[in-house]
């Protein structure tokens, strides 16, 4: 069972940045396919950006991202930490939403991760 614990949402400026972490425990984490989404009052839970691992022999990471924060959110991972990470700068009053870390040991397109953290907050003011 793998567990998920947020970190770093808060109040900010429009403009400004934040970072989230995700730190997790409980699953082998380098072999997990690491991500965010985000749910905003009234609406849906979307997407935000994920990052997975790419084996061949030479492995690597892939990252993905939502169209509406490509060039501006960044996710990355730290494997020895069991932690990922969501860069968010440039930030919008519409990024206003609850942020979900996720994990799943596998990626597919209409991703439905098994496991969920808690959420963070994050609210941006105009």
């Known amino acids: 069972q793998v567990q998920l614990v947020e970190s770093g949402g808060g109040l900010v400026q429009a403009g400004g940045s934040l970072r989230l972490s995700c730190a997790a425990s409980g699953g082998t984490f380098s072999d997990y396919a690491m991500g965010w989404f985000r749910q905003a009052p009234g609406k849906e839970r979307e997407f935000v950006a994920a990052?997975?691992?790419?084996?061949?022999?030479?492995?690597?990471?892939?990252?993905y991202s939502a169209d509406s924060v490509k060039g501006r959110f960044t996710i990355s991972r730290d494997n020895a930490g069991n932690t990922v990470y969501l860069q968010m700068n440039s930030l919008k009053p519409e990024d206003t939403a609850v942020y979900y870390c996720?994990?799943?040991?596998?990626?597919?397109?209409?991703?439905?991760?098994?496991?969920w953290g808690q959420g963070t907050q994050v609210t941006v003011s105009s």
């Open positions: 990052v997975k691992r790419i084996s061949g022999i030479i492995s690597y990471y892939q990252a």
């Open positions: 996720a994990a799943d040991r596998y990626y597919t397109d209409h991703w439905v991760p098994a496991y």
